[in-house]
């Protein structure tokens, strides 16, 4: 059974920094595509970045390009997503999943998903 566990979210500041963690468990998180989502509350989930299995393509929302920044490391089974210059409007859960497609698709076409991590930007 894949299960995905999301850690590293918390209340920061306008203009602060944090860091998610994704973990997977009971899978090779190599043979994934890994994505992160957000939602905010009263909003449907969207996208925010992803990654192809070796790391070497990536994709990211516009409104958060140039400020978030997605990595992996497969030999420890969790992809990162550092966000930089929060912005009140970036809070949200953030939802991590995994494709086993090998296609980065900005869609929730996603096979595992994570219970989500809360983010709270302040202003």
């Known amino acids: 059974q894949v299960q995905l566990v999301e850690s590293g979210g918390g209340l920061v500041q306008t203009g602060g920094s944090l860091r998610l963690s994704c973990t997977t468990t009971?899978?090779?998180?190599?043979?994934?595509?890994m994505g992160w989502f957000r939602q905010a509350p009263g909003k449907e989930r969207e996208f925010v970045a992803a990654?192809?299995?070796?790391?070497?393509?990536?994709g990211y929302a516009d409104s958060v390009k140039g400020r978030f920044t997605i990595s992996r490391d497969n030999a420890k089974n969790t992809v990162y997503l550092q966000m930089n210059s929060l912005k009140p409007e970036d809070t949200a859960v953030y939802y991590c999943?995994?494709?086993?497609?090998?296609?980065?698709?900005?869609?929730?076409?996603?096979?595992?998903w994570g219970q989500g991590t809360q983010v709270t930007v302040s202003s």
């Open positions: 999943a995994a494709r086993i497609s090998g296609v980065i698709v900005i869609t929730t076409a996603y096979d595992y």
């Open positions: 009971g899978g090779t998180q190599s043979t994934y595509v």
């Open positions: 990654i192809s299995r070796g790391g070497g393509r990536t």
